[in-house]
Each structure stands twice: as structure tokens, then as C-alpha cells.
């Protein structure tokens, strides 16, 4: 028994609500799809719905010609750049397809030129060339970083929890092979205090050489994606251990590390494009303090409770407890000995007072600066200084969005927000990413190594733009803002498109729908029509999940896919499915047919 539910996220913060089926002039989508058995060998039937389309192209006949063959691509599939000579080479793949399944299943070797209805449906079913959406970087790639969503990770070494699991190179691996662009290190004192390891202080887990984690990042970092790798560091090193830091990863990187000269620091106006970063890496932390700051980690006494209990637990928050709204900061230690303020202002300054008192080269090799301004939220988000980077947990930014939405957008507009799990998800697991995506934040922080419905949200974003984890955020979050209130990503706004999901079977946007279940029948088709308005589709994803009700009445995980709304292509594609970890199945798929009315 199977039955599909599905859902759209879009830029309501992750709620879900029912749209329910009121009908709306505005562009919409359609999807037909059905669910595949990998092991089931039964003949499959075209939906009538494909049965229909073929025969208008076809002109009531029962084959294709080439010239056919590229109108229905052209004017129904939306193949606005398909020409008649990519229409001849798709007939030779579909004639391809059509012997081989008749050497298998018939022994037949009919070797017709034009295609016919069953050649269409089985190349229809070819997700790598018919693919749900864009396969190609297609966004402008020459904007400053601040423009774009990055596709990041958080505590990218570790391969299972927050407290006990193993930190490795090989989660970074992972990562990167994904299209991850933003690799969390923590630099740590090891226990005879003269070389660097990889941990997540104050916890069970067991440590990393950093030499084995730039290798891999070097290695593995530019084989999804050309555009930048970002490293940011959690540092509580020494002066001297920094210095080796920074020799370290200068040594390995050699040319493709990127940081800008002094003078360059001093007149940056914004940051560099991904485009002109290709193949680069780049380091993003705390400029160094002065000497007795590196020191307060030892005195503190404030360990953290082993079930997680401590507050937040990344390199920049203030314990959690902070006043947003303070006049007057007081720096409270985190529990876990972490989330340290940011310091003083003007890092690109250098603080030439200090340059003594830190090793330079470390200093040096910072392209964006980690900096929390002192005072008022409202003052923490100037953007009238130096370029830099926040971090906040996602309590912080909960907390904050609630009165100073507008300034947080803002502030995403130039600079960049990272936005990090709380501590207490021990068992890494995610927050819903579009809280912090609604407001601008370019750095949402994931737990790669986790599970869940976030975690598929995440992989779907940066499926678009061809998969290089740089999607360009939408304008109305880059648009001038004047007014404290002139946009909060909460209010109401009006529809700008519907999509509208027709189920042989799907659903949408910031609501929820599931289809009927199909009772003992290993090729399901779902006749049912959703329909979903949208306000900001650049932000919407499609979430599908297909479960399969045994006769317990237990719904099994059997496959999900989360795809941009924004990506998805015309007509009838084929869509891939994903397991609970976001590996793609081999031969489990849906076909689905996407309409704009």
C-alpha cells in the first residue's frame, strides 16, 4: 500500500498550514507521478494523461516524427534552447532504449525511425536526461558573497553526535563530494599544549589531525563545485599555536588560499564574487585578542552537562541569555566554554596595538572577519562599518527576528549571518533552514551528518543553481530598505504564483497535503490535484515523501526528493528519489508533469 504526502516550504519561517483547493489566477504547476518498485520486472502503462500529449503532437497517430518530436520538446516541455539536431540525438537514445528493451523483454529488433508512445514513456523515465530541474549554473556568479545562500556545514568533523562520536576527515569528505561550501573547524591546544587538534571541546568525542582535514578540504574541495570553499574556525589556540596554524594551511593550500593584502582590508567595500574566488579557499574566524583573552578558557570553570544540557554551542554567542535589546554588554561564559563575544570593533584595522601580541601571518590570512559590535542589537547590526561576519545560534535569531527583522536583512544585505544548531540538539539533528534563509542569513549551519526533514530541506535549496552550493538570494531580500518596518518576512504579502500539484500525484507550499493510499499495487498512480499559493516561489520547495502503509497501518519511510520550485522545468520529468541520508536510490523514481497556467 502506498500513498505519497508532500509539502511546500516557503518563506512563513516552516510552518505548515492547509491551503486547502481554492483556485487562483495565477501561474501554476502540475504534477503527475507514480511510484517505481526497483525489483518489480511487470510492464509498465504511460498515465493517460502522457497517452493525450502524445497524440497532440503526434497528430492522432501513434508515432513521431523528429520534427514532431521537437515541437511537443519546444512548446509542452519548455526546451526553449533544443534545436532539431538535439531532437535527432534524443530519437537515437530513444531508439537505443526501445531495442535493448526489446532484446530483454521481446528478443524484437524493430529498428523504426520515429518514436512511439512506450519509447517516449520509457525515456521519460531517465532522470539524467530528464531531469526535475536545472542542471546548469545559471545564477549571476559575480555579485559579492553577501548576495548568495552557501551551502554550510557545522562541526564538519564529526561523524555522528555532539558528545561522543568520532571526529574525522572523512564526514568532511562527504561533505564536499555533496556540493558543501562552509567547513566548521575547532582549533584546540592538544593535551601537552604544543601542537593543534580538531575537537569538539569539553565533550567525549575523539580528535582529528588538522593536517589530515586541509588535505581532505584540499583534495575533495573543488570536485562538486568550482566556486569557493569557506573554512570557518572555532579558535582556542595559543598565540603560538596559531602562527603554526596559519603556516600549516598556507604550506598546504599554497596558491588556491585567498586573503587580501592590508590595503586591500582597509578599503573593502564588500566582498568578492564566487566567480572570481573559483577554486579558492578562503578562512573565515575571529580576528586574534589581546594575550589575556586566549587565556580565559583556562580559567573557566563552567563545563558542560554531558545530556546536552548546556546553552549555545558555537564559536560567537554570549550563553544564550543574552539581552538583545541591552544598552550594556556583559559577557557571560557559555557553559561549554565556547560562545565567546566577538570583541572589539575595526578587525581590518589590524588593532595595530596588538599586532605584537599575535602572530600576523594568522592575522593575515582572515578574509572574513568574525566581529560582534558592542551595544544595542540594533547597533550589532550597523552596516555602516568594516565588511563582517555574525554568528548566531537559532534561538538568538528567533529572538531577534521578532523586533528586528528589517535590520537583520539589512545587515544580510552587505555582510554575513551564520545561523548554527543549539547546543541542545546533542543527537544533530537541524533546525528548519528557512528561518534563517527569510531573513537574508547566507550561512545556515547544518549538522551534514544528521537525519531528518530539514536536513532533506537543505539538500533541496542547493540542488538549484546546478548543484555548486551558491544559490542567489531573491531580490526582495537585497531590495533598499529605508524604514525599520517597511518589510518583515512574516507579514502577508500577495501571491505572486500558485503552484498547483495534479497527482497521478504531488502537493506545495507552506501547507501540507497527502494523497490517497494505493492498496497492493507495485506501480501506484495517484489521480488527485492540489493546489498551493505562493508568495515568494524563489524560497519554496517541493517536498515529496513516499511511505509505504503495511499491514500494521505503520507508515515506512520509502523515499523523498526536495526540489527548488523556482528550478523546476516544464512538462514531464523524471524525479529521482533520496533515502533518509539524501543518497539517491538507483532505479527508484516518480513521473511527474509540471504545468504554469
Known amino acids: 500500500m502506498h500513498y505519497i504526502s508532500a509539502s511546500f516550504r516557503g518563506t512563513h519561517g516552516g510552518e505548515e498550514r492547509d491551503m486547502g483547493n481554492k483556485m487562483v489566477t495565477y501561474n501554476k504547476y502540475k504534477s503527475f ?95 539524467e536526461f530528464n531531469s526535475p530541474s536545472k542542471t546548469e549554473v545559471h545564477h549571476d556568479m559575480n555579485a559579492p558573497l553577501s548576495h548568495y545562500f552557501i551551502y554550510t556545514g557545522h562541526n564538519s568533523y564529526l561523524t555522528g553526535n555532539q558528545l561522543s562520536s568520532d571526529c574525522s576527515e572523512e564526514p568532511i569528505i562527504k561533505a564536499l563530494q555533496r556540493g558543501v561550501r562552509v567547513i566548521e573547524l575547532d582549533l584546540w591546544p592538544t593535551t601537552n599544549k604544543d601542537d593543534i587538534k580538531v575537537d569538539h571541546g569539553w565533550t567525549l568525542t575523539n580528535p582529528v589531525s588538522p593536517i589530515k582535514c586541509l588535505e581532505s578540504i584540499k583534495k575533495y574541495g573543488f570536485v562538486a563545485s568550482q566556486y569557493p570553499v569557506i573554512i570557518t574556525i572555532e579558535d582556542h589556540l595559543t598565540e603560538e599555536l596559531r602562527a603554526k596554524f596559519a603556516e600549516m594551511a598556507t604550506q598546504i593550500f599554497g596558491e588556491i588560499l585567498y586573503y587580501p593584502q592590508p590595503e586591500e582590508c582597509l578599503s573593502l567595500t564588500e566582498f568578492p564574487s564566487p566567480e572570481s574566488l573559483k577554486n579558492r579557499v578562503i578562512i573565515s574566524t575571529k580576528p586574534p585578542k589581546e594575550r589575556f583573552e586566549s587565556n580565559r578558557i583556562k580559567d573557566n570553570r563552567n563545563y558542560p ?136 542569513a547566507q550561512m545556515v549551519a547544518f549538522n551534514m551528518q544528521g537525519l531528518g526533514k530539514s536536513l532533506w530541506l537543505m539538500q533541496g535549496m542547493f540542488r538549484a543553481n546546478g548543484g555548486c552550493g551558491y544559490v542567489k538570494k531573491p531580490e526582495i531580500l537585497m531590495q533598499k530598505l529605508q524604514c525599520d518596518n517597511e518589510f518583515d518576512p512574516k507579514m502577508i504579502m500577495p501571491v505572486k504564483k500558485t503552484l498547483k500539484v495534479s497527482i497521478v500525484g504531488m502537493p506545495a507550499d507552506v501547507a501540507k497535503k497527502k494523497t490517497k493510499v494505493i492498496m497492493d499495487n507495485w506501480f501506484p498512480v495517484w489521480n488527485e490535484e492540489f493546489e498551493f499559493p505562493l508568495t515568494v516561489p524563489e524560497l519554496a520547495l517541493l517536498q515529496i515523501q513516499v511511505k509505504d502503509k503495511d499491514q500494521g497501518g505503520k507508515d515506512d519511510f520509502a523515499g523523498q526528493t526536495c526540489l527548488p520550485v523556482s528550478e523546476l522545468k516544464l512538462g514531464f520529468r523524471s524525479v529521482p528519489l533520496y533515502n533518509e541520508k539524501g543518497e539517491q536510490f538507483k532505479s527508484v523514481k516518480l513521473l511527474m508533469r509540471f504545468q504554469f497556467e
Request: charge should be negative; charged fraction near 35%; proline fraction near 2%.
Open 305 to 440: 552537562a554531558l545530556d546536552g544540557s548546556s546553552t549555545e554551542s558555537s564559536e560567537d554567542e554570549s550563553s544564550g541569555k543574552e539581552s538583545l535589546d541591552s544598552t550594556i554588554e556583559v559577557e557571560i561564559k557559555s557553559t561549554n566554554g565556547r560562545d565567546r563575544d566577538e570583541g572589539d570593533t575595526s578587525s581590518c584595522e589590524c588593532d595595530r596595538r596588538l599586532s605584537q601580541e599575535c602572530s600576523p601571518d594568522y592575522r593575515t590570512i582572515i578574509t572574513i572577519h568574525n566581529k560582534k559590535l558592542k551595544g544595542s542589537l540594533k547597533d550589532k547590526l550597523k552596516t555602516d562599518g568594516e565588511l563582517r561576519r555574525l554568528s548566531w545560534s537559532e534561538t538568538t535569531l528567533e529572538k531577534a527576528s521578532e523586533s528586528h527583522g528589517t535590520d537583520i536583512i539589512r545587515f544580510t544585505q552587505k555582510n554575513i549571518l551564520r545561523v548554527y544548531p543549539r547546543a541542545t540538539r546533542v543527537k544533530s539533528t537541524n533546525f528548519k533552514p528557512h528561518l534563517g534563509w527569510m531573513y537574508g
Open 33 to 127: 507521478l507514480f511510484f517505481i518498485k526497483k525489483y518489480k520486472l511487470t510492464e509498465l502503462v504511460p498515465p493517460e494523461d502522457l497517452k493525450e500529449v502524445f497524440s497532440k503532437f503526434a497528430g492522432g497517430g501513434s508515432h513521431m516524427s523528429v520534427e514532431q518530436l521537437y515541437q511537443f520538446l519546444v512548446e509542452h516541455q519548455g526546451e526553449e534552447n533544443f534545436t532539431l539536431s538535439d531532437s535527432e540525438k534524443i530519437v537515437d537514445k530513444v531508439l537505443q532504449l526501445r531495442r535493448t528493451h526489446q532484446e530483454t523483454v521481446h528478443g524484437d529488433q524493430n529498428r523504426e525511425t520515429e518514436i512511439t508512445l512506450d519509447d517516449i514513456f520509457r525515456f521519460f523515465l531517465l532522470d
